[in-house]
């Protein structure tokens, strides 16, 4: 028998305690918040049909769905001919029906098309789960990673933009990080933008872009439309608009006046003056961290209306999530007049910026806080009750599961983090030592006395 080597596919990780414990922490953290705002939880499947998934990310988001084979012989509902055809998009559908879901909005919007006779609307519902994509790996960009969203279904009020603004910044605020801009744009300003330029036919590749901009930077950005017919003067009006600076008012304006200029409809900017004047109305300090950028596209094509997406001031990295309005998701699935608005956390970018600046309490990283020395099969009795003891009053509790010397059972607790140690005493059945691992220092207590000091401890 061949011995096969552990190995795992690119771009999936394994996690260990200290980082599930990270996770849940953050997760903990950020659902505290979206409960006080009425959002309850809902997980939906991993395997999703394909013919739901695809044709709803684009072009380029279609290139990163997993597919799942057919269980079987998935080959015998095809031909030769089918194999020999070229065009792989008629040969899929006969042998993979189903596929790992992409995100949280598509399964959400699935299952609010199913369930709408029983939800009450306007439904908010948060689903903190793994989603599968099958990107390029490199760092910081992983096949599986865990998705964080919260979305509100079923209205149109711009209301639930300065909700979802306020979740982000007292989600971020909680968590110690204050330096973040929501950057806030409307997705129909880029629509009419592709218009009076008059590229409107190219406004999927325009939008996919300029949202690349943060990545490779403007230059490159404006080669990329030059070599794609948008002329020298179209591109300095988009630069004109994207580099504008001044206060919100200031720039909402600017682009407002120029609409006027071009008979073009101003509702989308109004539709972002409402929101910051409502912000401004809940609290003025928040509008400091929202930031007006007219380059913000977010890649998907669902977003129909306000999109935003949250960067860290003066680093590079990447955004901490994105998100926006949808107006028409629902309607793929036979549900019209259903508009919906979320924001998605990057958890795992989160997490880096949290670990890296010291911001994850160290209770996290603590499992067992007492370890009992196993000194053989006579000192059961004694020390499987205390074990039970301890346990039956909330202390984090293990016996090493094998006689052996104590250097080996001591030297257990010290690579775990053990902060406490428990010893039979020599002379008495009614007594234990108990060991401070960070000092050494040695107690005798009684088993009342020994839950008195742990309890006051931990």
Known sequence: MSIQKPMLPKGVRDFDHQAILYRSYLIKQCTTVFQKYGFLPLETPAVECLALLQQKYGEEGDQLLFKILNSGDFLSKTSKGDWLNTDHKKLLPQIAEKGLRYDLTLPLARYVATHHHQLTFPFKRYQIQPVWRADRPQKGRYREFYQCDMDIVGTKSLLCEVEILLIII???????????????????????????????????????????????????????????????????????????????????????????????????????QKILQHLEMINPRYSAYIAIDYTLARGLSYYTGPIMEVVLTGEQGGSLGGGGRYDHLTENFGLKDTSGIGFSFGIERILHVMEARKLLPKATQQGTQVLVINDGLKAYPIILSLMDFLSHHAVAV?????????????????????????????????????????????????????????????
Not at 429 to 444: D, S
Request: with cysteine; proline share 2%; charged share 25%.
């Open 398 to 458: 293990e016996i090493y599961l094998e006689a052996v010397r104590l250097k080996k059972q001591l030297n257990y607790a010290h690579k775990k983090n053990i902060p406490y140690v428990i010893m039979l005493h020599d002379q008495s059945p009614l007594f234990f030592v108990l060991k401070e691992m960070k000092n050494g220092q040695q107690t005798v207590y009684t088993k009342e006395d020994l839950l008195h000091f742990l309890c006051a401890k931990i």
């Open 170 to 272: 007292h989600t971020f605020e909680s968590l110690g990080i204050q330096d973040f801009k929501i950057q806030l744009n409307h997705r129909k300003i880029l629509t009419t933008l592709v218009k009076i330029i008059e590229h409107a036919d190219k406004e999927v590749f325009f939008c996919a872009t300029i949202d690349k901009i943060d990545k490779i930077g403007m230059d490159n950005v404006c080669k990329i439309l030059s070599n794609n017919h948008f002329s020298t003067t179209d591109i300095q009006v988009l630069k004109n608009l994207f580099q504008y600076t001044g206060t919100h008012t200031d720039q909402l304006d600017y682009c407002q006046q120029y609409f006027i200029e071009n008979q073009q409809d101003i509702r989308p900017i109004q539709d972002l």
